[in-house]
């Protein structure tokens, strides 16, 4: 119950352990073609290049900048936290000129905001946001920020590694131009993959600009030759991760996501009523507190390191700690996935009890 990976269904962790199969294999393009269906099922989009990157969500992160983005670009990142500063990081380490729309820890950033950083200075190529906050559990509307980017004339770029799978993702319907996820918190495997989609438009943007320039490996156009036809060798594939990725979504699709989406929300109610008892308090308001991911204040007097070395070595339960500025501050406890789960819940509020009170 940290910030990820979550726990697996048994179904998937039987599939991680059968025999691979060749990544050239006819069965893995089928395999490929029925995962790939059902990321876009989940991203709800139409794009065609919907894929699982290899790699965890930083492939995913890094894949989509060095794709979009060239030496000198302007690119506007929207950051209220660790993994929007990390956006910003990756595109300066590309050569883009970035400037940040700082908002609060724990707060969502107001779209008038990023308006006013769009009407000055040169215009952006692209504006990024996260839309899952995991180091403050915050929501954040993509919307708003992906249509005020739109009027600049830029691409939006959406990180979804703690949504996806967890809450209400709707890519085609908020005009989001590329977006990438992880695997391992709220779609239900073991890390190894990154979902990544981008329209056509981009594709078309990425060709015609020669893009990305050192990156080889998350080269858009050389892995679209190995995941469409004529299915050309690029890298050696975790066929596995796929194994386990098929299963995860068709367990999902089977479950159904409005009730998927409902546990993940029923999950983190109980959750935080449950600690109410302990006087540890979430730090972000009911409107735009995620439900993967609870992001809750430490009272005074509680030793942060300790009380979750001895959850995980006394009741097997891990829960995650502050990240940057929140370090020491607050506890981050993940509801996603497999692990999004009343029993799960009771027992972290068992395990807890006897912990604090020890
Ligand atoms: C919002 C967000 N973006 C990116 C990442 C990076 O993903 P990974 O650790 O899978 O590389 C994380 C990881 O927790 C995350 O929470």
Not at 291 to 312: E, K, Q, Y
């Amino acid at each position: 119950m940290g910030p990820g990976p979550s726990s697996v269904s048994p179904g998937v962790l039987a599939a991680m352990s059968e025999p691979p199969i060749g990544y050239l294999d006819p069965e893995l393009f089928e395999l490929l073609d029925e995962i790939r269906d059902g990321l876009r099922k989940l991203f709800r989009t139409t794009n065609k290049f919907t894929v699982p990157l290899t790699g965890t969500g930083m492939a995913g992160m890094e894949a989509c900048l060095a794709n979009c983005v060239a030496d000198g670009d302007r690119v506007v990142v929207v950051s209220a936290g660790y993994f929007g500063d990390r956006i910003a990081e990756l595109a300066k380490r590309l050569g883009a000129v970035v400037d940040v729309v700082h908002g609060e820890w724990g707060e969502a950033v107001d779209p008038a905001v990023l308006r006013a950083e769009l009407e000055r200075g040169a215009p952006p190529v692209l504006v990024a946001a996260v839309h899952a906050e995991t180091s403050t559990g915050v929501r954040q509307d993509l919307a708003p920020l992906a249509s005020t980017a739109h009027e600049f004339g830029a691409l939006f770029l959406a990180d979804m590694v703690t949504s996806l799978g967890g809450i209400p993702v709707n890519l085609d319907n908020w005009e989001i131009d590329v977006a990438y996820s992880a695997v391992q918190k709220c779609v239900g495997t073991p890390p190894g993959l990154a979902p990544v989609t981008v329209t056509d438009a981009v594709l078309e943007s990425v060709q015609q600009r020669g893009l990305p320039r050192a990156n080889w490996f998350s080269d858009f156009k050389l892995l679209g030759n190995y995941y469409d036809v004529p299915h050309m060798y690029h890298h050696t594939v975790p066929v596995n991760n796929y194994k386990a990725l098929q299963i995860a979504l068709a367990e999902a699709f089977e479950e159904g996501l409005a009730r998927r989406f409902d546990r993940h929300q029923a999950a983190s109610a109980a959750l935080i009523e449950g600690l109410e008892e302990f006087d540890i308090r979430p730090l972000a308001a009911p409107e735009i507190r995620l439900p993967t991911l609870n992001a809750v204040v430490l009272p005074s007097g509680v030793d942060d390191a300790l009380v979750r070395t001895n959850l995980l070595v006394h009741h097997g339960i891990e829960i995650g700690g502050g990240l940057g500025k929140l370090k020491g501050k607050i506890w981050r406890i993940g509801t996603m996935g497999y692990s999004a789960d009343l029993n799960n819940v009771e027992r972290l509020l068992a395990a807890l009890k006897s912990e604090l009170h020890r």
